[in-house]
Nanobody
Framework: QVQLVESGGGSVETGGSLRLTCERS????????MGWFRQAPGKDREGVAG????????IYADAVKGRFTITEDNAGNTVYLQMNSLQSEDSGMYYC???????????????WGQGTQVTVAS
């Protein structure tokens, strides 16, 4: 089993920055891909960024490329999402997830955290 706990959400003004943290406990050899997803009220959950903890390979949604950066610590137990130049459309609940492939598709992720709220005020 893998447990995930997100933190770092909050309220920020347009153009500001936040860094989200996902602490992972437990281990499963099949789920070494970590992803960040977000869901705004009334909208479907969408993939934001992903990382393969074995190689550091990353992927990003087009909407966040150049603004968001996903990284991990050396042990691979903590994954970060640095979010810069935040816009109102970035608001939502942000979830960390562990999956079995490097894609931004919900179905590939098996373990999910409870989420952390990000609000960008215009």
């Amino acid at each position: 089993q893998v447990q995930l706990v997100e933190s770092g959400g909050g309220s920020v003004e347009t153009g500001g920055s936040l860094r989200l943290t996902c602490e992972r406990s437990g281990y499963h050899p099949g789920y070494r891909f970590m992803g960040w997803f977000r869901q705004a009220p009334g909208k479907d959950r969408e993939g934001v960024a992903g990382i393969y903890t074995q190689t550091g390979s990353t992927i990003y949604a087009d909407a966040v490329k150049g603004r968001f950066t996903i990284t991990e610590d050396n042990a691979g137990n903590t994954v970060y999402l640095q979010m810069n130049s935040l816009q109102s459309e970035d608001s939502g609940m942000y979830y960390c997830a562990a999956g079995n492939t490097l894609v931004l598709r919900e179905g590939a992720y098996i373990f999910w955290g409870q989420g952390t709220q990000v609000t960008v005020a215009s």
